[in-house]
């Protein structure tokens, strides 16, 4: 498939057609990152890193925990 390139102020642009934006699973506003690999523009969606909780607690030690605070007796909803 070829795609024709635009002017978009001083960029330069080029439109997704929406088949293939489905099959990579990205829309309007999606991040995607943009290399050079052998002398071609390769463009691949960027995808957020998944932690585990063992990976998001890794560098938690007792001296970056902390007491209970009170903040009150419960008001509304929040009471269980």
Known sequence: MTAAIAKWGNSLAVRIPQAIAEQ???QAGS???IEIIDGK???????RKKYTLDELLDGM???????????GASVGNEAW
């Open 61 to 71: 030690t007792s001296e970056h925990l902390h007491a209970e605070i009170s903040t």
């Open 41 to 47: 523009i390769v463009l691949t969606p960027h995808r």
């Open 24 to 26: 990579v699973q990205i």
């Open 31 to 33: 991040e995607i990152n």
